[in-house]
C-alpha cells in the first residue's frame, strides 16, 4: 500500500508518519508532498492507495486538492488530518470526495480507525 501524506510542516508530515506506523501500517510506502498540487502531481505520476492530507496549505489547499484529483477522476481515497472542525468544512470536504477527517491533535488508534474502514 502506498500513503501519501500531504501538509506544509515537515514536522506535522513526521508525526502522521509516525501515526501510522503505530496504526499497524508500518509495511506502507509512505510518499510525501508540501502542498496540493504537489499531492496532484504525485498521484498523477505514481499509484497511490490512500491521500492524508491537511485542509490549509499554500500553493494549493487540501479541498483544491481533492476537488481537482476529482475533476482529474482519480477516485483515491483522501482522509484529512487538520485543525480544521467546523461542520462546514467536514461538509465541504466531504461534499468534495474525502472518506474521513481527524481533528489535529489525534492518536493513531483514531487513525488505525478510520484507515481500517477505507483501505
Avoid at 509495511?27 to 490512500?50: F, K, L, Y
Amino acid at each position: 500500500m502506498k500513503i501519501l501524506v500531504v501538509d506544509d510542516s515537515k514536522v506535522m508530515r513526521r508525526l502522521v508518519m509516525r501515526a501510522i506506523r503505530q496504526a499497524g501500517y508500518g509495511d506502507a510506502d509512505i510518499v510525501e508532498a508540501e502542498n496540493g498540487a504537489e499531492a496532484v502531481e504525485a498521484s498523477r505520476t505514481q499509484e497511490i492507495d490512500c491521500v492524508l492530507s491537511d485542509w490549509n496549505m499554500p500553493v494549493m489547499t487540501g479541498i483544491e486538492m481533492i476537488r481537482e484529483m476529482r475533476e482529474q477522476g482519480d477516485k483515491v481515497t483522501v482522509g484529512f488530518i487538520t485543525s480544521e472542525s467546523s461542520d462546514e468544512i467536514k461538509a465541504e470536504g466531504l461534499s468534495a470526495g474525502a472518506s474521513f477527517f481527524l481533528s489535529k491533535p489525534f492518536s493513531a488508534d483514531e487513525l488505525s480507525d478510520c484507515l481500517d474502514k477505507v483501505v
